[in-house]
């Protein structure tokens, strides 16, 4: 079992380089990063993880995900880094394609790219997104960063996503390019979706026993898209009160079900140093070991 550590990364948690570092030096295999562009002062969505309903302040804080990994990049030679996740339909595809390649190559191919749809409709009026169509917005922008990364020229003529024949350089490390993760987090929804564009899933909070429901429908699903299910990687984001995380049998379950990665997000690391947290959390790593 491989064992991540995303943060939310602010001023108040330190220096993601030195975060990066540390993680690696313990034996975490990836190093993932938080998103949010903008936060609304202004807004009516209930938040659905505060008692008050309101959304945490931080949000407004968070570092740009792709000036911090690059950051972890300089720092770091073998830990993977990701975005988890990235907000794909509120940026620009073609700017995105190159800042993600170009964080590939100078990584060395260590970039996987999470994204999302979003889940604050305030948030997504301001990048304009449209809220509703989201999701159609965030399988158009992958398909033509495909394009992008892939042809020396590349264009798109989606419902929401287009753009005339461009040439666009550098091309990732990685062949044909970056694992694109879907972080989606409602099974009725996301298993379609997974196994129709992802190479693989990292919902939030799945239990054990969801999981060895929806993988194999994922992989059922994929052989229908005419696609490779043993290709695709499923992994869990888990929300820590503490840091001790996931015990050692509810690890070993989640491997039955087929998941290869458990991602652990220290829930105050918005406010603490990013460094300490990491290192509070490398029993994890050693109980992963042993399984």
Same mark, same amino acid.
């Given at each position: ?45 209930? $938040?659905? @993880? ?8 931080? $949000?407004?804080? !968070? ?16 830990? /993977? ?50 809220? /509703? ?12 960063? @495909? ?14 996503? /287009? ?59 994929? @052989? ?27 690890? /070993?379950? $989640? ?21 300490? !947290? ?14």
């Amino acid at each position: 079992m491989k064992i991540g550590v995303s943060m939310f990364l602010t001023e108040k948690t330190g220096n993601p380089g030195a975060i990066a570092r540390e993680a690696e030096n313990l034996g975490f295999e990836s190093f993932w990063v938080a998103e949010h562009l903008v936060m609304p002062v202004t807004y009516s969505t209930w $938040y659905p @993880r505060g008692k008050d309903g309101k959304v945490p302040e931080f $949000y407004a804080a !968070l570092i740009d995900p792709f000036v911090a990994l690059a950051t972890a990049a300089a720092t770091t030679k073998t830990i /993977k880094l990701g975005t988890g996740i990235c907000l794909l339909p509120e940026r620009n595809v073609i700017e995105t394609a190159k800042a993600v390649a170009s964080l590939d190559l100078y990584s060395g191919g260590r970039f996987i790219f999470g994204v999302g749809a979003g889940w604050f409709p305030e948030e997504a009026a301001i990048m304009g997104v449209d809220f /509703k169509r989201r999701w159609l917005h965030l399988r158009e922008s992958v398909e033509a960063l @495909r394009e992008l990364w892939t042809k020396d020229e590349a264009a798109y003529a989606g419902e929401i996503v /287009k753009f005339p024949p461009v040439k666009l350089y550098p091309k990732p490390l990685q062949k044909p390019g970056p694992p694109i993760i879907l972080g989606a987090h409602d099974p009725k929804h996301a298993l379609r979706r997974v196994a129709r564009y992802a190479d693989g899933w990292c919902p939030g909070g799945l239990t054990p026993e969801k999981a060895g429901e929806c993988i194999p429908q994922i992989r059922a699903m994929a @052989r229908q898209f005419g696609r490779d299910p043993d290709k695709l990687e499923f992994s869990v984001l888990q929300m820590a009160a503490n840091t001790d995380g996931p015990s050692a049998e509810m690890l /070993k379950q $989640y491997r039955d079900a087929g998941v290869t990665r458990i991602v652990v997000l220290p829930g105050a690391s918005a406010d603490s140093d990013g460094v300490n !947290l990491v290192r509070e959390l490398a029993p994890l790593v050693a109980r992963a070991t042993k399984l």
